[in-house]
Nanobody
Framework: VQLQASGGGLVQAGGSLRLSCAAS????????MGWFRQTPGKEREFVVA????????YYTDSVKGRFTISIDNAKNTVYLQMNSLKPEDTAVYYC????????????????WGKGTQVTVSS
C-alpha cells in the first residue's frame, strides 16, 4: 500500500493550503488516516486523524478551528484543509494510515506517505 501526499507549498501567514493523500488501494475500512508533521530536530507530532468512514475526527489543540480533515472513500483520498496558517505550522507534513481508531501517535501508523513541505511566512 502506498500513500501519495500532495499540496504543500509556501503561503503567507493567514493564508490557506489544502493537502491531499491518496491511498493506492482500497481496504482501509478498519483504519484511520491522518497527518503528522515534523520540523528539524523535533519528533514527528500528531496533527489530525479521521476514521475511514468519516464518523470520527481528532485534532491536536493547536489546529482546532483552523484545520479540517475530510475523506472521499470513493477516491481513497483524505484531504486536509488548512486555514489561518501561522508560521509555527511550518513543517514537513506526512500522511499516515493505521489500525488505531484515533491514530494519534506515530507508533500507531502502519503506512506512511512521503512528506510534503508546508512553509508559512510571517
Amino acid at each position: 500500500v502506498q500513500l501519495q501526499a500532495s499540496g504543500g507549498g509556501l503561503v503567507q501567514a493567514g493564508g490557506s493550503l489544502r493537502l491531499s493523500c491518496a491511498a493506492s488501494e482500497r481496504g482501509f475500512g478498519g483504519y484511520a488516516m491522518g497527518w503528522f508533521r515534523q520540523t528539524p530536530g523535533k519528533e514527528r507530532e500528531f496533527v489530525v486523524a479521521i476514521n475511514w468512514y468519516g464518523a470520527r475526527t481528532y485534532y491536536t489543540d493547536s489546529v482546532k478551528g483552523r484545520f479540517t480533515i475530510s475523506i472521499d472513500n470513493a477516491k481513497n483520498t483524505v484531504y486536509l484543509q488548512m486555514n489561518s496558517l501561522k508560521p509555527e505550522d511550518t513543517a514537513v507534513y506526512y500522511c499516515a494510515a493505521g489500525p488505531s481508531p484515533s491514530l494519534q501517535s506515530p507508533t500507531h501508523a502502519a503506512h506512511w506517505g512521503k512528506g510534503t513541505q508546508v512553509t508559512v511566512s510571517s
